[in-house]
T-cell receptor, first 114, second 115 residues
Framework: EPEVTQTPSHQVTQMGQEVILRCVPISNHLYFYWYRQILGQKVEFLVSFYNNEISEKSEIFDDQFSVERPDGSNFTLKIRSTKLEDSAMYFC????????????FGSGTQLSVL | AQSVAQPEDQVNVAEGNPLTVKCTYSVSGNPYLFWYVQYPNRGLQFLLKYITGDNLVKGSYGFEAEFNKSQTSFHLKKPSALVSDSALYFCAVRVVSGGYQKVTFGTGTKLQVIP
């Protein structure tokens, strides 16, 4: 089965630093998402992306966050100035269609902000 | 607000016994409902979905879920639990906003199957 790939698997950074989390969605998918999960608990929606623009974002996704699809295969999440509370597992997901399609998730990037 | 609720943080069941993981939803319009499973240190994996049709939906690994409109529930079930079913289970609902969808997840239920 095709996979969503995320790198790195672990990222440690100092508070205030910028981080970029990388994802390679499944090649023929059109819809891309970032979710995060704190301490194995609730999975929280961050943002959805379609046709090279953000289609939906949550209240978590403030001005410190941005997403980009720079080259037609990668999908990145940037946090400009990390805070301690940004420490979480970040999951990328993609889907082929919009209505009722299942999401394919990557294995996640564990971000630790010190 | 459109959402799903998983009332149990943890469910314990003996191997070989039937299992149920509960989920209730609150959405406007017809719900699109999903179950995902998360094994330790892994991403979420799709189990099954309900969009329309038969209220009993069959999915991966022998799991099924029953859509009950009157009770606004979508409980996950399996007739005979395996130790390998031990994982974190998330119910999810498609929420439509501004013409686009997002999938909102419940808080998760940890399933522990006891040998």
């Amino acid at each position: 089965e095709p996979e969503v790939t995320q790198t790195p698997s672990h990222q440690v950074t100092q508070m205030g630093q910028e981080v970029i989390l990388r994802c390679v969605p499944i090649s023929n998918h059109l819809y891309f998402y970032w979710y995060r999960q704190i301490l194995g608990q609730k999975v929280e929606f961050l943002v959805s992306f379609y046709n090279n623009e953000i289609s939906e974002k949550s209240e978590i996704f403030d001005d410190q966050f941005s997403v980009e699809r720079p080259d037609g295969s990668n999908f990145t999440l940037k946090i400009r100035s990390t805070k301690l509370e940004d420490s979480a597992m970040y999951f990328c997901a993609s889907s082929a269609g919009r209505v009722g399609e299942k999401l394919f998730f990557g294995s996640g990037t564990q971000l630790s902000v010190l | 607000a459109q959402s799903v609720a998983q009332p149990e943080d943890q469910v314990n069941v003996a191997e070989g016994n039937p299992l149920t993981v509960k989920c209730t939803y609150s959405v406007s319009g017809n719900p699109y409902l999903f179950w995902y499973v998360q094994y330790p240190n892994r991403g979420l994996q799709f189990l099954l979905k309900y969009i329309t049709g038969d209220n009993l939906v069959k999915g991966s690994y022998g799991f099924e879920a029953e859509f009950n409109k009157s009770q606004t529930s979508f409980h996950l079930k399996k007739p005979s639990a395996l130790v390998s079913d031990s994982a974190l289970y998330f119910c999810a609902v498609r929420v439509v906003s501004g013409g686009y969808q997002k999938v909102t997840f419940g808080t998760g239920t940890k399933l522990q199957v006891i040998p």
